[in-house]
Nanobody
């Protein structure tokens, strides 16, 4: 299994920007798709953004389209989520994950990081 470690979360004001990072070890981003999920208190874990191994056709949840950008470093050992125009509704624990198949279902992802907290105040 690939070990994933998220970082970059914190407390920001609405409208601010934040960049999350996901460091990988083992088979570096060998999954067909790498993705970011988030989970707010009392809510189910939800898909945020995903990127195929070939870095083509990124996908985004409707709630973050135009504001968030998923990317992968050329070295292949880092993945990022650039979050702009943050809203209080973005408050959640953010996780990076990998799956052999393209999906927005968290059950199909077999590699997970420990999560990083993002809190957006009004």
């Amino acid at each position: 299994q690939v070990q994933l470690v998220e970082s970059g979360g914190g407390l920001v004001q609405a409208g601010d920007s934040l960049r999350l990072s996901c460091a990988a070890s083992g088979r570096i981003f060998s999954s067909f798709v790498m993705a970011w999920f988030r989970q707010a208190p009392g809510k189910e874990r939800e898909f945020v953004a995903g990127l195929t191994k070939l870095s083509n056709y990124p996908s985004y949840a409707d709630s973050v389209k135009g504001r968030f950008t998923i990317s992968r470093a050329n070295s292949g050992n880092m993945m990022y989520l650039q979050m702009n125009s943050l809203k209080p509704d973005d408050t959640a624990v953010y996780y990076c994950a990998g799956s052999p198949r393209l999906s927005t279902d968290p059950a199909l992802y077999d590699n997970w990081g420990q999560g990083t907290q993002v809190t957006v105040s009004s």
